[in-house]
């Protein structure tokens, strides 16, 4: 059962424009959502978060929006640079006071940046 | 400062062989983190180290058992390889137990092919 779902395995943008990535969950305990960003051979890392107490969050030219009633959140990079070429994550988790939090992630979503 | 490491970064065993993966944290994390990543899967948890001493099953678990040997290292081991555990192989480290808003940061990975 896959409980945070990235539904776009691939998405191509031109530069300068606006990137949209997607991720759906399932589990309504889940209260903090991250993105996290992979270059071939490297590890994902962290790039922007959101609690479920906002709707929005943003640092410089991303923006993560929440809509919790639709179980939904996004992406939003503006302007899209071919840097920002790389796989995305979504990933979530469901805090639960003086444990370890545990991350659920999506099935990630391949950003091409062209010229 | 190097973070999270990972060796080796690529190994091949032969199915019934036995190995561990090595991971180490420099940034004095108290939780720890092993995942695999498989095409089209994500990430997904294996087992985790909330802090120094105590270790917990992630989602997929089978097949695997983990030493926090102490608060820097958290070994993943394979006791007999199978081909279904060819993956790429990441370990984080975390810094607060029971702190949603802290991120998980991600070592380079470890590429394992079974034969």
Redesign the interface.
Known sequence: DQQ?K?NS?SLSVQEGRISILNCDYTNSMF??F?W?KKYP??????LI?I?SIKDKNEDGRFTVFLNKSAKHLSLHIVPSQPGDSAVY?C?A?A?R????????????TRLQVTL | NAGVTQTPKFQVLKTGQSMTLQCAQDMNHNSMYWYRQDPGMGLRLIYYSASEGTTDKGEVPNGYNVSRLNKREFSLRLESAAPSQTSVYFCASRNHVGQPTDTQYFGPGTRLTVL
């Open positions: 945070v990235q395995p209260d903090y991250l996290y051979a490297e590890g994902p890392t962290f978060s609690s994550f990933a988790s805090f006071g003086g444990t370890a939090s545990k991350l659920t992630f999506g099935t990630g």
